[in-house]
């Protein structure tokens, strides 16, 4: 299936880079308790956000951000589901990403998965995966627009995206993307590390 990513207006979405590091630890720590356990299927405190930011933007896969005005306010992760040669991901990956409350509805949430699909497809992903709380409607809407087969089973979802193969122009135009959103990770100013919460 063909994914057509938007261009929203006072928004871009661009790959995530280690440099982005402090980006992301602010972002997952600004996340609300329920977007915080929808993300990670479970409940998460500081400690484990601030190590999972750590380990996350080095991680094999590939992230992704959509910044409003300047800001890391969704974020999207593409991680192998098994076994992959290096370079690619394998026959089949996951996918999970959550978008902060206050900017939902916005057409971010579509943008970053049509994203993550695009980059999974060109590293020879043939299947992506979602996997969320059977209460999550926000996610469940998008999957099933999106055109996933969902299952459901013990009060979670999983969802099945076959991604059409990649084509040259396809492939090249990927290359040319990524060398453009690393060149905005350079050029955007670089946020602080939050500092930890004192006791």
């Known amino acids: 299936m063909a994914l057509r990513e938007t261009t929203l207006p006072g928004h871009s979405l661009r790959r995530l880079w280690p440099s982005d590091r402090d980006r992301v630890l602010a972002y997952f720590l600004r996340l609300d308790p329920e977007t915080r356990a929808n993300r990670f299927m479970g409940n ?29 306010r969704g974020l999207g992760e593409l991680r192998p589901a098994g076994p992959h040669p290096a370079g690619l991901l394998g026959a089949q990956a ?7 409350s206050a900017y939902r509805r916005r057409g971010i949430g579509a943008a970053l998965f049509a994203r993550i699909a ?37 009060g979670e979802t999983e969802g099945a ?34 500092t930890p919460h004192s006791a």
């Not at 084509?167 to 990927?174: A, D, G, I, N, R």
């Open 94 to 100: 996951e996918a999970a990403f959550a978008v902060e």
């Open 118 to 154: 695009r980059a999974a497809r060109h590293r020879g992903v043939g299947d992506l995966h979602v996997r969320c709380f059977a209460r999550n409607r926000p996610m469940l809407r998008l999957a099933a627009k999106l055109g996933a087969n969902l299952r459901v089973e013990s």
């Open 161 to 194: 995206l076959h991604l059409a193969r990649p084509t040259p122009f396809s492939l090249w135009h990927e290359t040319i993307a990524e060398a453009f959103d690393f060149t905005l990770s350079v050029v955007q100013p670089r946020e602080r590390a939050p």
């Open 44 to 72: 998460v405190g500081e400690a484990g956000v601030r190590a999972y930011a750590e380990r996350s933007v080095v991680a094999d896969g590939l992230m992704f951000g959509a910044f409003v005005d300047g800001e890391l």
